[in-house]
């Protein structure tokens, strides 16, 4: 028998983010596809009690605390996860905050706050990985957008948006230069999930309707669904696919 072509057997994946969110449900299925996870965040309590369920769960699981933020702690982490397993096979950038204001209401800080966190830290954990990658002629690498941005925006919400149609553009440019390489660059763009940043405007009984009633499933994304994208574009079974945004949205984008 051939491999399963989403088996991940002997893969390092590092996912920022993993502790929790969607984060954690990626992980927890690329481990159980048999990859090594390393689960980061900057609270060591929540990624340890992540990374204990992952393996009490029969999986390979370990914590990189760091702020995905921030340059010199990108570097160290991503050299440290290289020197102790050898090899670094897949990327989730997965670490994003929202600040949920129009373009008026928001200071240059927020504006340069926001962008740093999501698409300067993406663009350069990717690039750190990368350079492991290129020395072992393969890779992975998977951005987490969001619908907000690569394809649809509303008022009240303007720097989000800027980000992560920014990470969309760097993917891309990513992809094209590091395909020669071996290495693919993808995006996973969410809809609305259930996660703890959610929790507020998912039970909140006007804007949870709302939000459900745009897709065509009628509801929320529950955290578990955003996992099997994480694990086909890490996988050998997505092995042609670059430069694409994988939508899973529950047919948000596709409607009007
Ligand atoms: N939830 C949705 O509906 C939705 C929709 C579209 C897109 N997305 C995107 O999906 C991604 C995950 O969203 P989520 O809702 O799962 O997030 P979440 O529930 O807020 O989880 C965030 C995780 O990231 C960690 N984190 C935050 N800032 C960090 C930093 N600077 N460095 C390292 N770790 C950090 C947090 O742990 P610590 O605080 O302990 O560090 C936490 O474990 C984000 O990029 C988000 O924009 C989400």
Redesign the pocket.
Known sequence: MTPHPFDLTGRVALV??????????MAKALAAAGARVIL????AA??EA?AAAIRGAGGQAEIAV?????AA?IDAAVDAVARRHGRLDVLI??????NRKGMMDLSAAEVRGLVE??LV?PFLLARAAARKMILQARGRIVF?????GPFIARGGDAA?PAA?AGLTGAMRAFAAELGPHGITVNA???????????STRAMDPAEGARMAGRTMLKR??E?AE?AGAAVFLASDAASFITAQSLVV?GGITASF
């Open positions: 920022t983010g993993g502790g929790r969110g969607l984060g954690f449900e980061n965040g900057r609270t929540t990624l992540a760091f702020d995905a933020s921030d702690g950038a997965n670490v994003g905050q929202r966190t999501d830290g987490v957008t969001s619908i907000a989000y992560k996973i763009a969410p809809g609305p999930f259930k996660t703890d940043s959610n929320w994304g955290p955003i949205d």
